[in-house]
């Protein structure tokens, strides 16, 4: 629905008897939204599958978000058809209000919303967050 994306990598490996499943390896990666937003990636190796519009990366994952929000992972599936990120390892995630760590996590709608599962560790900046606060109501 107006979404895009694009996948480069350094190298990419296609097998003959699956030919929509393509090895990567130095990937660079953005998902650009119909209203503006966006969310880039890389990672140091994964796999794409063309047929059903995912993408598995693996190690040294970083995604940024238009907004500055940065989540640090060690795997990830994403689904560019319905737009979720999904990881079952620990994540680390940083944005302007504080840094926050857990076992799992979910990113859904364009990045605007995260889910988090497991042990959940939280270090907010206050002052950024009344600071973020006033900016949105004004």
């Keep these: 629905e107006g979404a895009s994306y694009v996948v480069t990598a350094d190298t990419a490996e296609q097998s003959l008897t699956a030919p929509n499943v393509v090895r990567l390896n130095g990937i660079d990666g953005r998902l650009d939204e119909s209203d503006g937003d966006w969310t880039t990636l890389t990672a140091e190796e994964g796999v794409l599958d063309t047929k059903d519009d995912k993408l598995r990366l693996d190690r040294d994952i970083l ?8 989540a640090w992972l060690k795997s990830a599936d994403v689904d560019f058809s319905s737009k979720v990120v999904t ?52």
């Design 87 to 138: 990881s079952e390892d620990p994540i680390q995630m940083e944005m302007d209000v504080g840094r926050v760590e857990a076992d799992a996590m979910t990113i859904s709608e364009g990045g605007k919303r995260i889910h988090l599962r497991g042990r959940v560790v939280v270090d907010l900046n206050t002052e950024a967050a009344k600071t973020s606060e006033t900016t949105e109501t004004q």
């Design 63 to 70: 995604l940024t978000t238009k907004d500055g929000k940065r």
